[in-house]
């Protein structure tokens, strides 16, 4: 496992939906002390008002938010790769820099993102 995860909102849907590889993974984080990220706006994407899984998640997780320097490192991102997803975009390049696993349901949108860019980033499926 990479030094820490960060969940994109595939990720939270999975935990609501009982996902047993989500909690797998969870569990493993957990145990290994890793840190979990989960970007501010990954949380704005799953949350729908009543949401106790996704709650119960937080307390153990980074919400990490998008400030102007963050939001211009996604831009340029999202430029060179020639996509448009600033969800997925946002998951990336936090990942990247902080040099974290991701934790999706969709793995070609991340795997699109991360082919233009520069590293290597594990993909773990739900």
């Not at 960060?6 to 909690?23: H, Q, V």
């Not at 119960?56 to 996509?83: C, H, M, N, W, Y």
């Amino acid at each position: 496992m990479a030094a820490g995860l960060t969940l994109d909102a595939g990720a939270l849907i999975a935990a609501e939906k009982n996902s047993r590889e989500f909690w797998a993974i969870w569990k493993l984080a957990i145990q290994r002390d890793a840190r979990i990220t989960v970007p501010a706006v990954v949380l704005a994407q799953a949350w729908r008002g009543n949401s106790p899984v996704i709650a119960r998640l937080l307390p153990a997780s980074v919400v990490e938010s998008v400030d102007e320097p963050a939001a211009k490192r996604i831009g340029a991102f999202l430029g060179r790769t020639r996509q448009n997803d600033v969800v997925d975009a946002a998951v990336v390049v936090g990942a990247l820099a902080r040099g974290d696993a991701i934790v999706t349901s969709d793995p070609e949108d991340i795997r699109r993102l991360l082919g233009t860019a520069r590293g290597r980033i594990r993909i773990v499926t739900v």
